[in-house]
């Protein structure tokens, strides 16, 4: 059953704490995407991998790492320099090519406590 | 960069009315124009793509009209049934990886 996985559902951080937020696909897309949801407003772009080991930055990369590893694999760190970390992070990911679509994981809604 | 606009915000319809939401974006070489449907809790579902060489494109209850020179294109979805209940974006590309999302519409359809 091919698609894209996010663990956890939900995710707690502490004042001061980095957490890792999961996606894997089985897809075989060369591009891996992360997106940042807040109420009312659109998804933003993080950071995005277009191929192993290589990575851009997109609209809002301060406070967040991430690696690219494996091709099926792109975890997103929220570091305790993202001071507003509360919303609900989406990954997607595509086919390399010159506009393809982009299709999304189930979410990870991080919380802070 | 580009900016996509999308109206209205939310929309009320009756159980078999058509419901329309708009989209208008900045950037005369975006090229790709897909429509997503997010139900509560869960990431966004591709429901709908068009691209630019095309100015129309349906499947089943669902089309997407897209008007190049006026830079808008539009969601119809008609005899609307309680689980097209969700909340609904555009997107615009020009290419490569970059999409640019509007803000969304919460569509409810009232039994």
Partial sequence: DGGI???PKYLFRKEGQNVTLSCEQNLNHDAMYWYRQDPGQGLRLIYYSQIVNDFQKGDIAEGYSVSREKKESFPLT???AQKNPTAFYLCASSIQGVTETQYFGPGTRLLVL | GENVEQHPSTLSVQEGDSAVIKCTYS???????????????????LIIDIRSNVGEKKDQRIAVTLNKTAKHFSLHITETQPEDSAVYFCAASMGGNQFYFGTGTSLTVIP
């Fill in chain 2, 27 to 45: 950037d005369s070489a975006s090229n790709y124009f897909p429509w997503y449907k997010q139900e509560l809790g869960k990431g966004p579902q």
């Fill in chain 1, 78 to 80: 929220v570091t305790s």
């Fill in chain 1, 5 to 7: 996985t996010q663990s």
